[in-house]
């Protein structure tokens, strides 16, 4: 299908887009050298304009050493010269403007990387000196400073704070200072009270705004706000306590300042660019503020990517969330992957399977204990996503989930690369089994991805590949084409209305011009409802069958 060229200028393109999410380095290599590149991106541009998508979303394609997959940033308003130059870019937003797709960069204020030019600054000065105060330096507790100035923990496991070996001052060449990074330890946090950072991220905003990009993905942006009195507070988990503002590291009303700041700068454009939040926050009435349109706009809700395959939940996160999006004047956000969690056809099909913590314990055995059905975790995945692609509201792909990739839970150890699996002491294996490079071609070397692939991909890979699914009846990639090409015909409105069925399994909601979207989340096959017509039926998500729906399947009925 051929859409015009990104020329109108709506502003609310946004609120009901399809958005997938490209992880560069693991999306196509032109180069040679293993890690995916922006021409990558560029090349494939006719298989995303076909995909039937409205907007991409590049995760960080800035310089880095990779502590964190990109997020721990150098330098950001450049590319990394192995993924391209600025010209590469905008080369890639042109040939995606060109195909009717919009482009939205991730930008990542919590925390730079600590070869960024000002912490290298900062390293370099004495304590007290203003290149430290960019980022949070402390003097340690203790005799001789020597323990850190809080008992803080960092994602990834251990500590959030590092001792300095001082450059300067009285104490050159001894351990002095200590600086706060809630990730790893190469990635130091900003002080978002000093007016120098927030300046600096207007600018970057800006940089990439004047390029000509349509949005931006807000990094952990619920933690830019924190609460450095001294003493400082005890805190030892990494989530949120309180609901009330007052945590010392997440979620602290002050941050809702520093993104008024950025809804001006995003507002100097016509139309004003888009941004959505990613922010754990489980409070919604709390989370619904960073989605204000005074504030970013959207907010990534993760909800449904928690949830169990379950018709009760999935309908009141549904409901719940939409009402929510109502209220913030923002329009909603679904999610069943991004390059964070295990890939949701893997989750599926795991029973028992549910916190965090055994989804870790999961990924440890390999993908074995307890068993995969991965074909059931498929059939649940697809019908989860025939059940969210039908919403009104933004829907955010993660690639690959268009061919119903697995998660590749077998990497070998000495192929990691997720901080996680070091920071851990080798106790949580991390993320990488979601990032594993794109299988392109079935016949191809390295499946037609580039050069050997940084991580290195399953022999399964074969059958999943984009050329054996192309064209083929039933597969996954043409199930989300066809999803994506009706989807435009859904969105008239932005609402639905639910339409009760007498099975507790199954839910049945229907848009306001007529469209139904009938989930049948339980094993077994569900009678259809009365009034529901096979003929209607344009699209299912597994085998339609006369006068029932099959278990763990969904249907769109046209009106
Ligand atoms: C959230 C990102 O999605 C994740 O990949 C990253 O590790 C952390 N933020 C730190 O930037």
Not at 165 to 172: D, F, L, S, T, V
Not at 398 to 413: H, M, R, T, Y
Not at 427 to 440: A, E, H, S
Not at 477 to 504: C, F, G, N, T
Request: aromatic letters at 12%; hydrophobic letters at 40%; one cysteine or more.
């Amino acid at each position: 299908m051929t859409r015009p060229a990104v020329s109108d200028p709506n502003p609310t393109w946004w609120r009901q887009a399809a958005v997938y999410q490209i992880y560069p380095r693991s999306f196509a290599d032109t180069t040679g050298d293993g890690l995916g590149d922006l021409p990558g991106v560029t090349a494939h541009m006719n298989y995303l304009s076909a995909l039937g998508i409205d907007a991409i979303w590049l995760s960080p394609f800035y310089p880095s050493a990779l502590a964190d997959g990109g997020y721990d940033v150098d330098d950001y308003r450049d590319v990394d010269p192995r993924l391209g130059t600025l010209a590469d870019f905008d080369a890639l937003v042109a040939a995606a403007h060109d195909a009717g797709i919009r482009v939205i960069v991730d930008i990542v204020p919590n925390h730079s990387s600590d070869r960024h030019a000002w912490f290298q600054a900062a390293l370099a000065a004495a304590p007290g000196s203003p290149e430290r105060a960019r980022y949070h330096f402390l003097d340690g507790l203790g005799a001789d400073g020597e323990l850190p100035p809080s008992d803080w923990i960092s994602h990834f496991g251990g500590g959030a704070w590092t001792r300095v070996i001082e450059q300067r001052g009285p104490n050159a060449g001894r351990p002095g200072q200590w600086y706060l990074h809630l990730f790893a330890k190469e990635q130091p946090d900003f002080n978002w009270d000093n007016p120098e950072v927030r300046e600096d991220f207007h600018t970057t905003l800006r940089f990439w705004a004047d390029r000509g990009v349509d949005g931006f993905r807000v990094d952990v942006a619920h933690a830019l706000a924190k609460d450095m009195a001294l003493p400082l507070r005890s805190k030892t988990i990494l989530d949120i306590e309180v609901d009330d503002g007052t945590d010392p590291l997440f979620d602290r009303d002050a941050v809702h300042d520093i993104f008024a700041g950025w809804r001006r700068v995003l507002n100097e454009y016509d139309p004003p660019k888009a941004a959505v939040a990613e922010a754990w926050v489980p409070f919604t009435n709390r989370r619904l503020k960073y989605a204000r349109p005074t504030e970013l706009g959207q907010a990534f809700n993760f909800d449904l990517l928690q949830a169990p395959f379950d018709a009760v939940e999935f309908r009141a996160i549904a409901e719940k969330c939409l009402v929510e999006a109502d209220a913030s004047g923002a329009s909603s956000t679904w999610v069943f992957s991004n390059h964070d969690v295990v890939r949701h056809p893997s989750r599926y099909a795991v029973d028992g399977v549910s916190t965090r913590e055994e989804m870790e314990a999961w990924l440890m055995s390999g993908g074995t204990v307890p068993p995969a059905d991965l074909e059931r975790g498929l059939r649940r995945a697809r019908a989860a996503t025939l059940f969210m692609l039908g919403l009104p509201g933004s829907a955010y792909l993660f690639q690959g989930e268009e061919l119903g990739l697995f998660e590749v839970a077998d990497l070998p150890e000495d192929a990691l690369a997720d901080p996680t699996w070091f920071r851990s002491n080798h106790r949580v294996k991390g993320r990488d089994g979601c990032r594993v490079p794109l299988p392109w071609d079935a016949t191809a070397a390295n499946f037609g991805f580039g050069g050997p692939p940084w991580l290195p991909q399953p022999d399964w890979f074969a059958h999943k590949a984009a050329s054996v699914q192309d064209g083929a009846a039933g597969s996954t990639l043409e199930m989300y084409r066809a999803a994506l090409s009706w989807r435009r015909k859904l969105q008239a409105e932005e609402s639905l209305a639910w339409v009760s069925e007498p099975a507790a399994t199954v839910s049945r909601y229907r848009r306001p011009n007529g469209w139904e979207v009938i989930t049948n989340f339980g094993k077994a096959p569900a009678a259809l409802p009365s009034d529901v017509v096979l003929a209607k039926v344009v699209l299912s998500s597994g085998e339609p069958a006369a006068s029932l729906i099959p278990g763990e399947t969904t249907y769109w009925l046209a009106p």
